[in-house]
């Protein structure tokens, strides 16, 4: 039961790992890129941990390890990248309806 429960959350994992990359390649600017790459990757590798603690319990410790690295790195790099895209002027999508920091104080971009 347990090699089943393993095989089908890292089948789900990779299905979504796969719809990340999808969403890098279908998105239209590199702001939607980023999330879509990080959102969808974080929640895979998640999946495919889990699915791996389930085949080898003698490894939950370092995948669980491995997991909580991923959790906290994904989101920052990703955040890091999105904010060197805009400090460096990379055009936003022309469908984008609002620019949160254009009118921000903090003088990157727009800014008072």
Known sequence: MAEAVGSLLALLGAVI???????????????????????ASTLGNILVLTGLAFYHPGW????????????????????????????IRIPMT????????????SGERGGS
């Open 94 to 105: 022309p469908s984008t309806v609002s620019d949160a920091r254009e009118h921000d104080s």
């Open 60 to 87: 939950a410790f370092k995948l669980l390890i491995i997991a909580y690295f991923v959790l906290m790195t994904n989101p920052l790099s990703s955040h890091a990248l999105s904010r060197a895209a805009y400090g």
């Open 17 to 39: 790992l796969f719809s990340a990359g999808l969403g890098l390649l279908r998105m239209p600017d590199t702001f939607t890129r980023i999330q879509a790459g990080t959102k």
